[in-house]
């Protein structure tokens, strides 16, 4: 999914998930236009809430390729006024190229976050946690424990591994260092800066 199309759905993610019943047509066209594996169906519809099941959704979309907006988007046939908005606000957008991006000073760029902006970019961060930690250096072994001690809380999950990445790595563990596996990872910048900023 491209970076833009990303940071609109993170932008809108409460919004969406408040107006969409996903399990009725949503998630039955996505499985059908093979943007959703059969166990993510199952791991959307497990969840007790409508808007839980949303979130599940939103967090799972990012990850399924190029055609997985462009198919969200036609699968919201019975949502017209969520599709509309949404793509009014693409039109109107200004795209995210290097040059949009608020170029961050390099007096943040150099310091070690606090645990109150790892907390922050941790309750950002969707599907695409697992991969930022594996290229700050966390073991296989690590993320399995981050997630099995935080099994009701991906939050704690993401925030437990930015800890321990920052005290294994002490004034190495930057904001820039962060920066690089979050691009790595395809998190637009403006995640780290709102973070940051």
Known sequence: MDPEHRALLRAHRLDLSGQL??????????????????????D???QPTNTQKSLKLLDILPSRG??????FLRSLDEFSWVRDKLLLELRTRPGPSST??????????????????????ASR???EWEP?????????????????????STH????????Q???????KATAQRLLQSLTAAGVHPSVLEDVLM
């Open 44 to 46: 959307i519809e497990s």
């Open 100 to 121: 949009d991006v608020r170029r961050l000073p390099d007096s943040v760029l150099q310091k070690v976050p606090s645990d109150r902006e790892l907390s922050r970019l």
């Open 21 to 42: 019943l996903v399990s009725d047509t949503i998630v039955p066209f996505l499985y059908q236009e093979d943007i959703l594996t059969e166990t993510q169906v199952e």
């Open 156 to 163: 704690g999950a993401v925030l437990a591994g930015l800890v």
């Open 125 to 127: 961060l969707g599907a």
């Open 132 to 152: 930022v930690l594996m290229d700050l250096g966390l073991s296989p072994e690590a993320l399995f424990r981050c997630r099995s001690d935080h099994v009701l």
């Open 66 to 71: 190029p055609r997985a907006f462009d198919a």
């Open 165 to 171: 990445w920052r005290r294994s790595e002490g004034k």
